[in-house]
């Protein structure tokens, strides 16, 4: 099968970069998208009624959707403003690894104390999940930043389907061994009934043990370089990415696509981790639905990731992004008018298999379309760039979709400005000339 195809160094290597997926993937579907999501915005924060603040020595009462997004825009700013000097350390001291099992680390300890977080411990919990965000995203991009080290060029596009394929498959185990805990307790030997809270532990302890692979089988192949014994690695870093930056006047393709992703990347993000508050405030649904409904999507995201990898490797990213972008255009007017010809809860299960499709097209061809326009030799580099694009995507998008609803009133009238970073967003990507970019990646910096 055509699928399982590949011109990569070493078939293990591909697995063991993959299983990162697998592991981290629990994060980002039970914390980010299904559970304490819901549990920070709806419990702790006290849902639409909301809590009340003192900003700057003025009270405010603040919707618990947008405080959970405001979190989620610190945790980006974080990462957007450190991801650079650390990925050009990573590159010149051949550290990608290590810097990832340290966010790894990180990450899945805070999010294992994300179970003492109760009912109007605002602070405490957002402070904590700004940490284990900040886990998961500085992760990534290193993690990212092995792609080209695992991969030849032409198979970009399919092992990076494959890793996004088979994270939705962890992600979504993850999530049935949480429903299980909080729907069927005794199924497996549990007392009922069980507390949220509970699940938090067993995503660190899924994120920890499937990393192993990763760390066992890939090999990082970019040459260590000895740092000056006058200078810290932190100074050899910033120097790297001055002339980055003095360089980088050469991948002007790259720059476009990065503009492109940072308005679409919004639309994305906001889709996912406001699909469960959204289901929960709007459509009033309960938990146990709710995770029906992200099982039932990560489903689809896992044959949406192979479909779509296979199809990027056939009629390249940039059109694969282009339809990916459309249909998530379609997916958030559909939300806004739900319940228009049948049953409300009907229809959002039917965006969901919407969102399986286009979830992992769009990640995936994002990701290798970034890897296809990158020197390798500064692929850690570029890829927090790349992080830099999506993280301030993710303060842009949480803030103005925070904004909305406290101005508002209402999660319907937030998702309409998704709308706006769809269309330009697509519009800066249709001006990007995939041929050059790939050329340009290919002359030294």
Same mark, same amino acid.
């Given at each position: 099968?055509?699928?399982?195809?590949?011109?990569?160094?070493?078939?293990?290597?591909?697995?063991?970069?993959?299983?990162?997926?697998?592991?981290?993937?629990?994060?980002?579907?039970?914390?980010?998208?299904?559970?304490?999501?819901?549990?920070?915005?709806?419990?702790?924060?006290?849902?639409?009624?909301?809590?009340?603040?003192?900003?700057?020595?003025?009270?405010?009462?603040?919707?618990?959707?947008?405080?959970?997004?405001?979190?989620?825009?610190?945790?980006?700013?974080?990462?957007?403003?450190?991801?650079?000097?650390?990925?050009?350390?990573?590159?010149?001291?051949?550290?990608?690894?290590?810097?990832?099992?340290?966010?790894?680390?990180?990450?899945?300890?805070?999010?294992?104390?994300?179970?003492?977080?109760?009912?109007?411990?605002?602070?405490?919990?957002?402070?904590?999940?700004?940490?284990?965000?900040?886990?998961?995203?500085?992760?990534?991009?290193?993690?990212?930043?092995?792609?080209?080290?695992?991969?030849?060029?032409?198979?970009?596009?399919?092992?990076? #389907?494959?890793?996004?394929?088979?994270?939705?498959?962890?992600?979504?185990?993850?999530?049935?061994?949480?429903?299980?805990?909080?729907?069927?307790?005794?199924? /497996?030997?549990?007392?009922?009934?069980?507390?949220?809270?509970?699940?938090?532990?067993?995503?660190?302890?899924?994120?920890?043990?499937?990393?192993?692979?990763?760390?066992?089988?890939?090999?990082?192949?970019?040459?260590?370089?000895?740092?000056?014994?006058?200078?810290?690695?932190?100074?050899? #870093?910033?120097?790297?990415?001055?002339?980055?930056?003095?360089?980088?006047?050469?991948?002007?393709? %790259?720059?476009?696509?990065?503009?492109?992703?940072?308005?679409?990347?919004?639309?994305?993000?906001?889709? /996912?981790?406001?699909?469960?508050?959204?289901?929960?405030?709007?459509?009033?649904?309960?938990?146990?639905?709710?995770?029906?409904?992200?099982?039932?999507?990560?489903?689809?995201?896992?044959?949406?990731?192979? $479909?779509?990898?296979?199809?990027?490797?056939?009629?390249?990213?940039?059109?694969?992004?282009?339809?990916?972008?459309?249909?998530?255009? #379609?997916?958030?007017?559909?939300?806004?008018?739900?319940?228009?010809?049948?049953?409300? /809860?009907?229809?959002?299960?039917?965006?969901?298999?919407?969102?399986?499709?286009?979830?992992?097209?769009?990640?995936?061809?994002?990701?290798?379309?970034?890897?296809? %326009?990158?020197?390798?030799?500064?692929?850690?580099?570029?890829?927090?760039?790349?992080?830099?694009? $999506?993280?301030?995507?993710?303060?842009? $998008?949480?803030?103005?979709? #925070?904004?909305?609803?406290?101005?508002?009133?209402?999660?319907?009238?937030?998702?309409?400005?998704? /709308?706006?970073?769809?269309?330009?967003?697509?519009?800066?990507?249709?001006?990007?000339?995939?041929?050059?970019?790939?050329?340009?990646?290919?002359?030294?910096?």
């Amino acid at each position: 099968m055509s699928l399982f195809r590949f011109q990569y160094h070493n078939p293990r290597e591909v697995l063991g970069w993959s299983f990162y997926d697998i592991a981290n993937s629990a994060f980002a579907t039970s914390v980010m998208a299904v559970i304490f999501n819901k549990y920070y915005a709806g419990v702790v924060a006290g849902g639409a009624e909301g809590t009340v603040l003192n900003l700057f020595g003025i009270e405010a009462r603040i919707p618990g959707a947008s405080l959970f997004t405001f979190a989620v825009a610190l945790a980006m700013i974080i990462i957007a403003v450190t991801s650079p000097i650390l990925g050009a350390i990573a590159d010149y001291s051949g550290l990608k690894k290590r810097f990832l099992l340290v966010y790894c680390i990180v990450g899945s300890a805070f999010t294992a104390l994300l179970a003492t977080v109760h009912q109007g411990e605002v602070l405490w919990g957002g402070a904590l999940f700004v940490i284990a965000l900040m886990g998961f995203a500085g992760g990534n991009v290193f993690y990212n930043a092995l792609l080209p080290e695992i991969a030849a060029r032409q198979d970009l596009g399919k092992v990076s #389907g494959i890793g996004w394929a088979l994270g939705y498959i962890g992600g979504g185990l993850c999530l049935l061994i949480n429903l299980c805990m909080l729907q069927y307790p005794s199924v /497996i030997g549990l007392r009922e009934p069980t507390p949220i809270t509970a699940v938090f532990p067993v995503v660190a302890v899924w994120w920890l043990l499937f990393s192993v692979p990763t760390f066992l089988w890939v090999r990082e192949r970019a040459p260590r370089q000895h740092k000056p014994a006058d200078r810290s690695y932190y100074q050899v #870093g910033k120097a790297r990415l001055m002339q980055t930056f003095k360089e980088v006047r050469r991948f002007r393709e %790259l720059w476009k696509f990065l503009l492109a992703y940072f308005l679409f990347n919004d639309g994305i993000e906001m889709v /996912i981790i406001m699909a469960a508050i959204f289901g929960d405030q709007v459509l009033h649904m309960g938990s146990g639905q709710l995770i029906i409904f992200f099982l039932m999507v990560q489903g689809v995201a896992f044959l949406g990731a192979l $479909g779509f990898g296979e199809l990027v490797d056939r009629i390249g990213n940039k059109l694969t992004l282009i339809i990916t972008i459309v249909v998530w255009t #379609g997916i958030v007017l559909w939300a806004y008018f739900i319940g228009w010809f049948t049953d409300p /809860i009907k229809e959002y299960y039917m965006l969901g298999v919407l969102v399986g499709l286009v979830m992992g097209g769009s990640q995936s061809a994002a990701r290798s379309m970034q890897a296809l %326009l990158v020197p390798v030799q500064n692929s850690a580099e570029f890829f927090s760039f790349f992080a830099i694009s $999506g993280k301030f995507a993710s303060v842009l $998008g949480p803030v103005t979709f #925070g904004l909305a609803t406290m101005i508002t009133g209402s999660l319907r009238s937030g998702i309409l400005i998704l /709308i706006i970073f769809f269309l330009t967003g697509m519009g800066v990507l249709m001006t990007v000339d995939e041929s050059k970019g790939k050329e340009e990646a290919q002359v030294p910096v």
